[in-house]
């Protein structure tokens, strides 16, 4: 089985560690093929740069020209997961809804703990498009920026950890999700710090991504995300133009 | 004031329909200048397309090189108005928020009525979203594809005629909205033969926009809205890489 | 075009001020007629008083004796919209729902600052009414009464500005709306202060009904806002009683 | 214990027939006295009749001077409760409260039938702020004007029961409430009928105003209902000038 | 009329205080019937516990050989009332949403003030299912556990008005629910000392049930609490063996 | 890893079915151990049986002797699944969550087609407290009941067809959940006559507890699923006693 996990920044070293990460938790037999989009900016936060990342992730895929079995979309929050789900036939796992949808199993509320303020009504939204709010404690900032993941581990892990310690106390959240592709791999030293299950969006698609298609389940082509009605496209991207 | 009115599909003759009924309720003083995307579908009717025409829009605001005072976005329950309130200082009003808010001040409950059914969940979603979805009745689909508006439009009358009556008599609206840029011009026709009051989004969209502008208010910067924070984005449209 | 602004206290003063305001953003064209009731309370801050202002401000519209191209009822959170929407054909605007309206096109979430505390839930179920409040962030009290807005203007306004930087922090407000006919002025202040769009609902509601009038849209008369059916009614006030 | 139980209007049939349903449960020692308002409609349909009705009963309560321990407002989806609450220090129940707050004991799921279309809305709005509307399946019309009632007995019984079986078909109502005092003394007539509890709104809110005396238990003055603030109060009626 | 009021745990000085408590507002007439459960245990205090006491209820209900006319549950949030509305022809009550039908009777909003903080989202919960949580201010606990308040009542009175005055000035609760049977007898104090009013679940269960055999009414057997279909049920308890 | 999966009935061709469901899309290397409880009814179709069955479901768990991974409670819309969550300290999970979770990845909205239509509202009410009812378009009943499913096998799956035809065409939803246990190997033929995609919440659950096992995350015991504290447990079954 291929699985595409498509980075929604033009950041390969953050492709590289969400592939890295993905492939951690991958079955025996699971391939996992990082992608990075050809064009955007090089971290999301904010609404421009989502929705340009929406198009650039459909463009990357659209680009791949071998077979793969499903698509994982990792943004924490970002556009574009509908328009993936009509252009494709197989499963597309989106990981802000795959973190939401695991913590769901493991406790009465989940809270998110993500990058900047800015990007919280974003992830929110997304939820509750998704049907997975209603069970979220809270969405909290950590107010790390994509890039200073990278750059200040350190201080990274304690503003997560801080901001996880708040809505676990005040939000009454018993299960955290990292909200942010960029923090795949944090996982394990938060839970150790906040005593509390913690979900990686990454690891949580790649199994729910495989057990879709172990399943023989894609998505429902019935009218929400039914392929694209014939019709002339013209300009950019190139791939899109018929 | 100079209004920016922009197309979400590339159909020139609809940008012009659409400018044409701007003009017929703006007033003494208003500019208003339709603008066509200069990439997308020749229709909007999905996600997919939906997503490029975020893109495309907010592309062909920021090519348009004079002063502004105001932008509508021409799309009934399409992606990117907030991609728009992050780049711009001016108002930006979709014509999805501007009819539902209009319709809310003349009756209990009000429905959309628009063209094909796989734009309905699209439409919900983004009342939704905008906060507006509270008092609306339904959302029905006319079966009317958005170019078969133009091409048949006695057909496109008696099926927007026709759900627009199911919806006052099962689904209890008291107000019927025009769900989409291209059935600018219907209103007065079907307000005489359903007997409720028909919003079109394209006309309410002028007026609230004007009304925003002559009230020194435009979108708040302190949160979701802010400008895009400097980064590097790479590849085309050239107009966002920096 | 004429348009009554009807005051919900009897206080004459509160009346000009707000007959001003109105007057300051209304279009060339436009006559703003203030009405104040002929009976009631000196202000209203509370059910008992909003109800009794229910009657008084369709009591005095009614007395009204020139025609009038639309009615804008000039009290925040009060009762009684829905029923001069019965009496009337032409459109009614109530502040409470306008200010909402345009704050929603302004940004994401909204707060509300109203005077006592008393009022908030009367504001908060006004606006869940109106299907207005999904995105409203919090109704928050300044601590001062009506009358108290024009005798201590200074401490008045620090008094709203410190509950508006609060919603702002605490409860993510983007945008403030002024929750009171009797701050009808104040918002330009406001705004320099907290960095955020200020909506004040008169002129909001000048604008939007000016809009309604020119897009020749009035009340449904489907269902819910039908005139009232002819039968007997006794006794006070005169002008109801058939 | 004295209840007063105020009819909403102003026909003197319908008070005594909702006094005499009132005396069918009361207990031992629980004495029922009828109120008609001094002013309004014959009957309620629809807001501006309401509103009306909402002041003509605080203002004939108020004019009672004798001493008395609890009112029922014997309206079905009526404005004014809220004030009444704020000028009275015993307990005060709404029909239409008291309805659905016993039908929610009896099943999973209740619908309302009532008179007329046009007040269906204002039921609806009415049970939503009384925070009883969750469990509500559907308000249905009969169709019978409030004095048909009593004109067209035989044919309103079909009516209703009509209604009450497609709700407890269609809508999956378990539970039936009667939604007008005037059909006080229908209820056990539909049970057989439809083979579902009927909740007669009057008998329920005796009983609940029954509770609420012997728990010792009133409207709370904390915020929302505290004693109207002293203010100067103009005009007529003469019971609220000050 | 013959009340069976049954603790949800296996303590019997509970179910004595419990029943007590029951006869101090039973009307004339009314025999209370206090029953202990044969197994569970000594204090319900989880989901295991409660669901537990859930069958443990209906068996002692069950096992119970005398006619009675209604069934009052005392737990607090627990489940198994549905159960017992299926088994019964005879109207059932649950405290839980008895304080909090009666609670919304007298104010805006109520909260309920509990044992520990593990309880509370059982019974945020079940107020949810019950579709009385709309007018829930929040669900606080004391921290003091069910046995705890036999041991040390005035260490958990103290930890009560603490929660309940955090509930009014933070939360805006408007009136108290003791959220324990174990609590019964507590309310008077709680509510000179708070300032307003408090609902205690037994004592509001009592009236409720009056009032309904009073009227007549009981549970519908139309659909989800019809009588459970005749089959083979094996093993434990004895007496659901068929 | 070893998996038990969890009959609610006590028919044991059932638990033979189910197992051998879970079975078919095992990994390599998971064990599927299927359990049938001592006690209980031999189908679950009401709250009373259910109840019970939760108690069942527990007690047939801790009477298990030998390590394992992860639990399924493989009835649709039952009770009991908090219980085992906070009695072990592995994953749990339900069929009617984990079916509905999958759902969600494939579809903008999914129904569930069950059995009688008694147990409607408690599928229902399941999905709304485990926050995943927002994108349930509805709940339908097939008119079989669960021992018909065997019996009648050909009668069953019209019956299923035909509901899922009414949920796709009326309901608007776009995946198809089987709503019990005994529907396990039904989704394959269901798929191909309807054209949506169709979930067995058996196989849905394997993968699911497969993958929560293969990332390390188990409940949270912060707050809700705590263990239960020790106490006094008295009666049978004699595993609770302590």
Chains 1, 2, 3, 4, 5, 6 share one sequence.
């Not at 406790?107 to 919280?120: N, W």
């Not at 879709?212 to 014939?230: F, Q």
Request: hydrophobic share 45%; net charge negative; proline share 4%.
């Amino acid at each position: 089985m291929r699985i595409l996990i498509v980075n929604v920044n033009t950041t390969e070293s953050i492709t590289e560690a969400i592939a890295q990460q993905a492939r951690s938790v991958a079955a025996a037999g699971t391939e996992i093929v990082g992608l990075t989009p050809f064009f955007g900016a090089e971290s999301v936060e904010g609404n421009f740069e989502s929705y340009l990342a929406a198009i650039a992730v459909m463009d990357r895929v659209m680009a791949y020209d071998q077979p793969f079995d499903a698509v994982i979309q990792a943004g924490y929050g970002e556009h574009g997961r509908e328009g993936l789900q009509e252009l494709l036939n197989v499963p597309v796992v989106d990981i802000t809804d795959a973190a939401a949808s695991m913590a769901m199993f493991l406790g009465h509320a989940y809270s998110v703990v993500t990058t900047l303020d800015r990007t919280v009504p974003l992830i929110e939204d997304r939820l509750k498009l998704s049907g997975l709010y209603e069970r979220c404690a809270s969405v909290r900032a950590s107010g790390m920026a994509v890039l200073e993941l990278e750059e200040h581990p350190l201080r990274a892990m304690e503003a997560i950890v801080h901001q996880a310690e708040l809505a676990i106390r005040e939000d009454k959240a018993e299960v955290i999700c990292l909200g942010c592709g960029g923090m795949a791999g944090l996982d394990e030293q938060i839970r150790q710090r906040t005593g509390v299950p913690v979900v990686d969006g990454v690891t949580a698609a790649v199994t729910l991504a495989e057990s879709l298609v172990r399943l023989g389940l894609s998505t429902s082509k019935a009218r929400t995300y039914a392929a694209p009605r014939p019709k002339t496209i013209i300009g950019w991207p190139g791939r899109f133009a018929r």
